[in-house]
């Protein structure tokens, strides 16, 4: 089947340490994208990358970081400079033509 | 820059009411538009979408037209039911190049009783 897969579906983050997301995609699409959604405000776009090794913040990198070092992977690090971690993060791919498709989501939360 | 606004919600409705959930954007260039929606504790799947004036999106019994005049992309539904319960988020998306980003509503949350 193809898809989108994020793991864990939950994630806990202790104070000061950082933890990475994971996203896969075997759509052989190009695009790669991370959101952060929180309740009453939508989706955010946090980076996007449109080709491997390549890649660009959105409109709330900080504290945030991504590699992009297989077509097939986008992993997301929340990094202890985002102060305010607790949110639900969307992983999405495109091939390019303006549609996105959505992986299942992780929630992370701080303990 | 672009914008997406949807109505306030949430909305809560009887199975087999109409459903209309607006939709209007602020865009610089020609957008495609979509709507898309969220079960709970999931991922956002596409409902549908139209690239270009007039156009009209349809998907499961609900549509959306594309209307340039008014800059709006209504979702409706004649008869809705239990299982369509859930998020709904409208985006727009316009290309620049190479690179292709969604702008999203704050989305509406659409709950039915049975």
């Known amino acids: 089947d193809g898809g989108i897969t994020q793991s864990p579906k939950y994630l806990f983050r202790k104070e000061g340490q950082n933890v990475t997301l994971s996203c896969e995609q075997n759509l052989n699409h190009d695009a790669m994208y991370w959101y952060r959604q929180d309740p009453g405000q939508g989706l955010r776009l946090i980076y996007y990358?449109?080709?491997?090794?390549?890649?660009q913040k959105g409109d709330i990198a900080e504290g945030y970081s991504v590699s992009r070092e297989k077509k097939e992977s986008f992993p997301l690090t929340v990094t202890s400079a985002q102060k305010n971690p607790t949110a639900f993060y969307l992983c999405?791919?495109?091939?390019?033509?303006?549609?996105?498709?959505f992986g299942p989501g992780t929630r992370l939360l701080v303990l | 820059g672009n914008s997406v606004t949807q109505m306030e919600g949430p909305v809560t409705l009887s199975e087999e009411a109409f459903l209309t959930i607006n939709c209007t954007y602020t865009?610089?260039?020609?957008?495609?538009l979509f709507w898309y929606v969220q079960y709970p504790g999931e991922g956002l799947q596409l409902l549908l979408k139209a690239t270009k004036a007039d156009d009209k999106g349809s998907n499961k019994g609900f549509e959306a037209t594309y209307r340039k005049e008014t800059t709006s992309f209504h979702l409706e539904k004649g008869s809705v039911q239990v299982s369509d319960s859930a998020v709904y988020f409208c985006a727009l998306s316009e290309s620049t190049g190479a690179n292709s980003k969604l702008t999203f509503g704050k989305g509406i949350t659409l709950s039915v009783r049975p």
């Open positions: 999405a791919s495109s091939p390019g033509l303006e549609t996105q498709y």
């Open positions: 865009a610089t260039g020609y957008p495609s």
């Open positions: 990358s449109q080709i491997v090794n390549d890649f």
